[in-house]
């Protein structure tokens, strides 16, 4: 499995959370924000040996801001 390089679009994350339940190594949300919760990737080129984690992630985000960008694979 290849590795990403992750990118989010924070103009349209809402905080629901769905990343980091599926990829807490990764993504964390952040309660500090100034109107409500939003995502903050912890690592944005994790090891590829996070990459399953990560593609649910980006699948089950419910608003689909979490973009994908394989670098390489294995
Ligand atoms: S699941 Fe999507 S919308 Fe929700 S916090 Fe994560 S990136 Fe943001």
Do not use: W
Request: aromatic content about 6%.
């Amino acid at each position: 499995m290849g590795r990403y390089c992750i990118k989010v679009d924070m103009q349209l994350c809402q905080g629901h959370g769905e990343c980091a339940e599926e990829a807490p190594e990764v993504f964390a949300i952040d309660y500090e924000t100034a109107v409500y919760p939003r995502v903050r990737v912890l690592q944005s080129r994790p090891d590829s040996s996070l990459s399953g984690k990560v593609e649910a992630a980006a699948k089950y985000c419910p608003n689909k801001v979490i973009t994908l960008l394989l670098l390489d694979e294995d």
